[in-house]
């Protein structure tokens, strides 16, 4: 019989914890000390190389928080530093690939890659296939091609990039947890420790009383890799280079249909009875409350979409407005102030990574907790 290691690895949790905190905090302080301090060298060496241009803080803080084909880290032009990645296009004559570096890292629809007969350009970060013997894109005041068409984008992004290594990371570290418990006995240690309390903590904290001691272990899978995913894709997002993925409205909107998908799939009979036909009240008042109630049921998933996306976007906007200020006022001087802010800022996001990585868990907890929720009839 295996011993019960539950109360030797909670009774472990506080101090390894705080020693293992303290590490990566200082850790990842020391990395992110170095964040303020690369955007400016960054945006120093854009300004310098295009004095003819006006510095824009809109085209800059939209370029860093935004998706691209290639994983840029630093540089600018031919002396940037760029991870090339897949560029993947269907079009009307079948399927079309390249790297994104045959771009060249022109973004202003100025170079032309020929593939298969085809001619495409990179524009903002949007592809468009040209028409033949056209040279450039032209818009209209609704900035719609006028002589180039948009093939089926299937590429792997940087934000796509950076999901997959989340999931390898998630993959190691749960799959080493996993084997660790298969050959040892005792509590595991280091990283382990911490793991496994991250573990106990969704589980005890959030999955028992959210859904109920019955039901909450099937839906465990999804808030551990919910919460995990969050976490690590918003840390790795703080550090110079990286991918905003909990940035982007199109992540956070599949995280939340996942939420949706589970509440409409496992969602009790007496759910759907207190939701569109609630008992206790009034005939006439039931249509309404239906409609509300009905209602609710797609509004939940949106507002947790929207809080993750807004508040992880919000803080790379002002993390970069901070550092833009130095250029806006053209001052060297306004680094002094501007900078420890960026920095302040840049730590407190360390705390606004976990915690939208557990509201965004608790609830979506709570939301299937109520679907799933056994009532009493008397």
Not at 18 to 25: L, M, N
Not at 121 to 132: A, F, R, S, T
Not at 149 to 178: C, E, H, Q, R
Request: overall charge negative; cysteine-free.
């Amino acid at each position: 019989m295996q011993p019960n290691l539950e109360p030797i690895i909670l009774s472990r949790t506080g101090t390894m914890i705080a020693h293992k905190s303290f590490k990566i905090i200082v850790t990842l302080t020391l990395a992110f000390v170095l964040l303020p301090f690369f955007a400016f060298a960054s945006a120093n060496k854009v300004a310098e190389e295009s004095e003819e241009k006006e510095f824009n803080p809109t085209d800059m803080i939209m370029h860093h928080i935004g998706d691209s084909h290639g994983w840029h880290f630093f540089g600018s032009g031919d002396n940037s530093v760029t991870l090339p990645l897949p560029v993947i296009l269907w079009t009307d004559n079948g399927l079309v690939s390249f790297m994104s570096s045959e771009f060249h890292h022109d973004t202003e629809g100025h170079h032309i890659v020929e593939k298969d007969g085809q001619r495409f350009v990179n524009y903002h970060e949007d592809i468009y296939q040209l028409e033949e013997g056209v040279e450039a894109v032209e818009f209209d005041e609704e900035h719609h091609p006028l002589n180039a068409s948009k093939p089926l984008d299937l590429s792997v992004t940087k934000n796509v990039a950076a999901m997959f290594l989340t999931v390898i990371l998630m993959i190691w570290f749960f799959f080493g947890l996993a084997s660790f418990h298969k050959k040892k006995a005792h509590a595991p240690k280091g990283f382990n420790n911490a793991l496994e309390a991250l573990v106990l903590f969704v589980r005890d904290e959030i999955a028992r009383p959210q859904i109920g001691e019955k039901k909450y272990m099937k839906f465990m899978p999804f808030l551990l890799t919910v919460f995990f995913f969050i976490w690590i894709t918003n840390l790795m997002g703080l550090l110079p280079g990286a991918a905003n993925v909990t940035g982007n409205i199109a992540v956070t909107v599949s995280l939340g249909l996942f939420t949706l998908v589970l509440i409409l799939v496992n969602g009790s009979k007496d759910y759907w009875k207190h939701t569109f036909w609630m008992p206790g009240i009034p005939t006439w008042v039931k249509p309404i409350l239906a409609i509300v109630e009905g209602a609710g049921i797609f509004i939940k998933p949106i507002a947790l979409m929207i809080r993750l996306f807004a508040n992880i976007t919000a803080g790379h906007i002002i993390i970069l407005s901070l550092i833009g200020l130095i250029f806006i006022l053209e001052s060297h001087g306004v680094a002094g102030i501007s900078v420890p802010f960026a920095l302040f800022i840049t730590i407190l996001e360390l705390l606004v990574a976990f915690l939208q990585a557990f509201i965004f868990t608790i609830l979506s907890a709570l939301f299937i907790g109520m679907a799933v929720e056994e009532h009493e009839h008397h």
